[in-house]
């Protein structure tokens, strides 16, 4: 499993905590950092770079900070997909309140975000890929140069490829890790 982990060239302080965590998960994984320079496409192609390399990836954003013991949860569950919510705030929302950075549909196809206290077990939606696994199986399945994506769309596409592919539903794994951007 190897850890891409991407980032502004320049971290602000809050995003700090982030780099700390993965000096200290360096002992356990590879961690590959990807800098994400402002106007580029780094994200999009730091995540092509080393797709189907015959490892399960895990992304890690510049303001996402988790634990061990999450990683080593990716690592034994035998789902496809995984993802760590994190709460999202109202800087990030447009709105007040907190929602989780999950986006799912209900049976009559209207979309939501979950809420702040959900521990529903799938999102079926929209993955928000802050500190989420993929298998290396999915990466066999999907080639991510077909079609490019920006990085401001990064979550949205990267779902909808899965979707494309047949993989309707993302495991959530609780606790909800710590998401500094506030």
Known sequence: MIILYFHIPQLADYMLPTREWLND??????????????????????????????????ICGQDNVGNL???????????????NPCLMYSKSL???????????????GSSFLHEPDSTR?????????????????VQEKIDLTE????????????????????????HLHYPIHEHNKK
């Open 121 to 137: 077990s799938y999102c079926n939606w929209i993955l928000g890929t802050g500190l989420s696994r993929i298998r290396k199986e």
């Open 25 to 58: 998960m360096d002992n356990y994984f590879k961690v590959i950092p990807i800098v994400t320079p402002k106007g580029q496409n780094r994200m999009y192609e730091g995540l092509v770079e080393n797709w189907n390399k015959g490892e399960d990836i895990v």
């Open 94 to 108: 447009g709105f007040d309140g907190l929602k989780q950075n999950m986006i799912s549909k209900d049976s009559n």
């Open 69 to 83: 013991s999450m990683l080593l949860e990716y690592e034994k569950c035998p789902e496809l997909i995984c993802s």
């Open 147 to 170: 079609q490019p994506f920006h990085f401001q769309n990064f979550d949205y596409m990267l779902s909808k490829r899965f979707r494309e592919n047949g993989i309707n539903k993302y």
